[in-house]
């Protein structure tokens, strides 16, 4: 992995649109899952790219030279760039400032004066809050790197668990794909703070499931059986699925989200309520009740 993920920093390294971003004066870096997953010698499933000294809009400019460019992501913050078959996440530094309530209530800030470790503290856990130069130089202020050798899931800012309580769930669901420990404070704040995941829409919850769901498919069944013994030892399933009875002695044989499921909620007489509340996918409910109904 490390073989192939260095020759794609090269290619990119060499490609006309670094290239001609370098000639701006601008500097380029390699950013966050990506640097995790290469310091971790795991293929990257995206390359995020950060842009640090420009505007965005002169960016585009550059960009759109070279490939084509949609913004997409909270207040357009992220440039989707397509190059020669490929798509890279670009964007430039942001901050996130607190305007309202729940995860929607930021004003995103981003200019060419914001620093990468400004941008880096936004960001979730320190793991994550990692970037590289495309001369293999890392920026870590946070310990990112300390964490990957100690296994440890730590948050980079401790007020994003009340400012967006889904990063108590990503640090859950980290934890369970990596294999990792939580680090002490980040455990007691989850504990502190987890009432505060009601607060959260439960598609925001349910597509958190399906991403776990999705990487134990990928990657082992262990991934999906240490995040439910996680959820239980936190005691976050009546945060997330409230007025469900849950089974606690659930094991999971098998990644089929129906039988998951199915095994996991105890009474099986809330059919509206999964789906009008819960957001489960209707599709999905139904199937459930007819396993209910051909065992029972």
Request: charged letters at 30%.
């Amino acid at each position: 992995m490390r073989k192939l993920f260095n020759y794609t920093i090269q290619s990119l390294k060499n490609s006309d649109f670094i290239k001609d971003i370098q000639q701006q004066g601008w500097k380029p870096y390699l950013v966050g899952g990506c640097v995790r997953d290469f310091l971790m010698c795991k293929s990257p499933k995206d390359i995020d790219i950060i842009v640090v000294g420009c505007e965005k809009p002169d960016l585009i400019q550059i960009l759109n030279k070279h490939g084509k460019s949609d913004l997409v992501g909270e207040s357009f913050a992220v440039i989707k760039f397509h190059y020669k078959g490929e798509t890279y996440d670009i964007s430039t530094p942001r901050t996130e400032k607190k305007v309202g309530f729940g995860h929607k209530g930021f004003e995103v800030i981003s200019n060419k004066d914001i620093t990468l470790e400004e941008d880096l503290f936004r960001r979730d856990i320190t793991i994550n809050s990692i970037a590289m130069d495309f001369d293999g130089k890392y920026v870590d202020p946070y310990g990112g790197i300390q964490d990957l050798k100690n296994k440890v899931i730590e948050i980079t800012n401790i007020d994003a668990f009340t400012d967006d309580p889904l990063r108590i769930l990503r640090c859950l669901r980290f934890s369970a794909r990596f294999n990792f420990e939580i680090e002490e404070k980040t455990s007691k704040s989850i504990l502190k703070i987890k009432n505060e995941i009601r607060e959260l829409s439960q598609e925001r919850i349910v597509e958190e499931w399906n991403k776990t769901l999705d990487q134990s498919l990928k990657e082992g069944i262990d991934i999906m059986r240490r995040y439910v013994n996680l959820l239980f030892e936190y005691d976050m399933f009546p945060q997330m699925f409230p007025k469900m009875k849950i089974n606690p002695n659930i094991e999971i044989t098998i990644l089929d989200n129906r039988i998951i499921l199915y095994d996991l909620f105890i009474e099986m007489d809330k059919k509206g309520y999964m789906v009008n509340k819960l957001k489960f996918p209707s599709d999905l409910v139904n199937q459930i009740y007819f396993l209910h109904n051909f065992k029972g």
